[in-house]
């Protein structure tokens, strides 16, 4: 629960809900002056609007996913392993069928792995799940489905973090310097990700899917948009999150 709070509250509409409380709490138990308190909720109001802007949110977009670059030796190695990050699934729908369980993200994820079969390249898939069902396990059939066959594919069911996924690849493969993996996630993600199994040990090339940006189109950019407000939420999330891997030693610093 506290988790499901804590989510809620990172974001801009529960910033500016919280904003909007504390700014209630000031005026009516602490007895600010009606001024300070009209300041405060002109500035909530003003950054929930900026947070909402095309223009920013793509703009923030921008920097997050282009803040990584391969290295030089990724533009002529031959990919032997290639590692799939889930990307969140419906746990409680009531079919099993894998597009209808998994979101865009693991969908995308999962068919830019396939790029790769022709190659050889053994791929794995990381994500754990509930009610038993996981992440891997339908990414897996989406795989299978497409004619990829079972001995080229390795499935972990128990990770559920971006940590979690690094120390499961690394207790099924040892991590070779010169041998580098293929890091497959969603572009906002990718920097973290990668950072996060170089932790490990591991050199990394990543192939990022599913971008966020798209270029803003001012004056109307200017304008709130919910999806602008989505980028956002995203955006900030993705900091806090980088923020929480650097302190606990998830990333290097």
Known sequence: MLGILFDWAIQPVGLLALAMLVTLASW??????????????????????????????????????????????????????????????????????????????????????????????????????????????SMAELLHQAGVPPSQITAETKSRSTHENAKAFSDLVAAKPDQPITLITSALHISRAAATFEQDGFSVCHDAVDSLYSIPKPPVSLLPYLSGLNKSSAVFHEIIARVVYRLKGYTGG
Not at 40 to 48: E, K, M, Q, R, V
Not at 74 to 95: F, K, N, R, S, W
């Open 28 to 137: 009516f138990v602490a007895g600010l002056r009606p001024r300070f308190t009209f300041i405060l909720f002109l500035c909530t109001l003003a950054g929930f609007w900026a947070g909402s802007t095309p223009s920013l949110a793509n703009a923030l977009v921008l920097k997050l996913e282009h803040d990584r670059q391969n290295p030089a030796e990724c533009a002529t190695y031959e990919p032997t392993q290639i590692v799939v990050l889930g990307g969140g699934m419906d746990h409680y729908a009531v079919t099993n069928d894998p597009y209808e369980l998994l979101n865009q993200d693991s969908i995308l994820r999962t068919r830019r792995a396939l790029a790769y079969q022709a190659t050889g390249a053994h791929i794995f898939l990381l994500g754990g799940g509930v009610n038993s069902r996981s992440l891997a396990t």
